[in-house]
């Protein structure tokens, strides 16, 4: 267990760090759609085929749509750029995404249904992620904040 004075000084080194460590958390956050939009832009085609594979309609257009988003987020979060704005889009984008294409339940039992169950968990994470961005609002280093 820790001393009253460990905790005092992880409180204070949070606190007095807050700027880059919210900084960082927006980049790590904003990684996740860093990573699928290069995915996307690198084999277009797959992700047609993926949401093509979810029954979903015009796959074509939906993949686009999504990279749209995906690099909005990105910017958003990594620049500090309509923070708020952003943690909301990125927080409905990945409830849309996890009840549209990661629904675990409907998978047998085995590999593919602890993948999907893998990245439910993911996305419920960036949920809460976005929620705490939503709150904490964009830091100290941010183009929200030089205005």
């Known amino acids: 267990m820790k001393s009253h004075f ?3 000084a992880l409180d204070e080194f949070a606190t007095r760090q807050a700027g880059v ?6 980049i790590l956050l904003a990684w996740v759609f860093v990573g699928s939009l290069y995915g996307a832009l690198s084999n277009f085609s797959g992700s047609v085929g993926y949401f093509r594979s979810l029954n979903l309609p015009a796959p074509e257009l939906f993949t686009i749509t ?3 988003v995906e690099a909005l987020i990105s910017v958003g979060l990594i620049l500090g750029l309509g923070t708020r704005y952003c943690a909301v889009l ?3 984008f990945v409830l849309a995404a996890t009840m549209i294409a990661h629904r675990y339940w409907e998978y047998p039992a085995g590999a593919q249904q602890i993948g999907q169950y893998n990245h439910f968990l993911k996305n419920i994470s960036i949920m809460g992620g976005a929620m705490l961005i ?14």
């Open 6 to 8: 460990e905790s005092l």
């Open 21 to 26: 460590l919210i900084l960082i958390g927006r």
């Open 66 to 68: 999504n990279m749209a």
């Open 90 to 92: 990125m927080f409905a």
């Open 134 to 147: 939503f709150v904490t609002g964009p830091g100290r280093f941010s183009l929200d904040r030089a205005t």
